[in-house]
């Protein structure tokens, strides 16, 4: 019985019609991306036909996030500074969290502060792409989300069983979902056939050290999640701090000072993220 009852919330979740669609262009992008003939400029056109897109997309990438603030002018500037992944990450955030109602509060904020993170324990790690990363951290719960929009009232009950019983949400979930955040985001990246990387993140971020690609995502995700929850930035869902994966911190080559200095930099990076607002998505 609790497998039917696992079995039918999946379904729930998963049911395509009512899923946040991601914007046409996507697909479009996408195509050209994969067409070694087509050029940055012809991608940026392409996304370009979007204005309001346009528009979220360059106040996101311009935002202290990814380290280039009120640099990039347009979305050639964009994909030649971050790459077309980074701003297909942008692109699902925008939509993604567009969806969201009044009773997610705190979780954009939460994500946000995760991307700022990620980009951080990145750049300590001497990751050469710390945006790619910047990335997962901001994908990291989308599970939460579309699982909240899929299902009304879900939110209410986990928040209602996380206070009662003093658990995590994520333990919140498990109990009245037979699974958690985690599992439908590996769901929603095969779904939306998102970069392995990515998926990855999404996938493992609590066990980092099982993701079978790239754990080196994962485990900055992980991280990131430990350390801007740490710092109460936000609202993942519940109040408490997950426990911290060591063998995460060792895969990435940061001992205990390391990471005391990452969060030293990231409360004062904080401090920029949390005077700059996303107009759209909040």
């Not at 060591?246 to 000072?257: H, M, N, P, Q, V």
């Amino acid at each position: 019985m609790a497998e039917d009852l696992r079995t039918q919330r999946k379904g729930q979740i998963l049911a395509v019609k009512d899923l946040p669609t991601l914007p046409p262009v996507l697909d479009q992008v996408s195509r050209l991306v994969e067409d070694p003939d087509s050029s940055t400029d012809q991608i940026a056109k392409v996304i370009g036909m979007d204005q309001v897109l346009s528009a979220k997309i360059l106040k996101m990438v311009n935002s202290p996030i990814y380290g280039f603030p009120g640099r990039i002018s347009s979305i050639q500037h964009a994909l030649v500074l971050l790459g077309f992944n980074v701003i297909r990450g942008v692109i699902i955030s925008t939509s993604v969290f567009d969806v969201m109602n009044t009773s997610m509060a705190g979780l954009w904020e939460h994500s946000i502060g995760a991307a700022t993170a990620a980009r951080t324990i990145a750049e300590r790690a001497g990751f050469k792409e710390p945006e790619e990363f910047a990335v997962a951290g901001l994908l990291h719960d989308l599970g939460k989300v579309v699982a909240a929009v899929q299902m009304q009232g879900l939110r209410e009950e986990l928040g209602a069983l996380v206070d009662r019983e003093d658990l995590t949400y994520f333990e919140a979930e498990r109990r009245v979902l037979g699974f958690s955040h985690d599992m439908i985001g590996s769901w929603l990246a095969g779904h939306w056939n998102l970069p392995v990387n990515i998926k990855d993140a999404l996938s493992h971020h609590h066990k980092p050290l099982l993701a079978r690609f790239y754990p080196q995502y994962a485990s900055v995700a992980h991280v990131a999640d430990f350390c801007v929850r740490l710092l109460e930035f936000g609202d993942g869902g519940d109040q408490g701090v997950p426990r911290l994966d060591k063998g995460a911190l060792k895969l990435l080559g940061i001992d205990g000072r390391g990471l005391l200095a990452c969060v030293q930099e990231l409360d004062n990076r904080l401090v920029d993220v949390a005077g700059f607002t996303f107009g759209g998505t909040a």
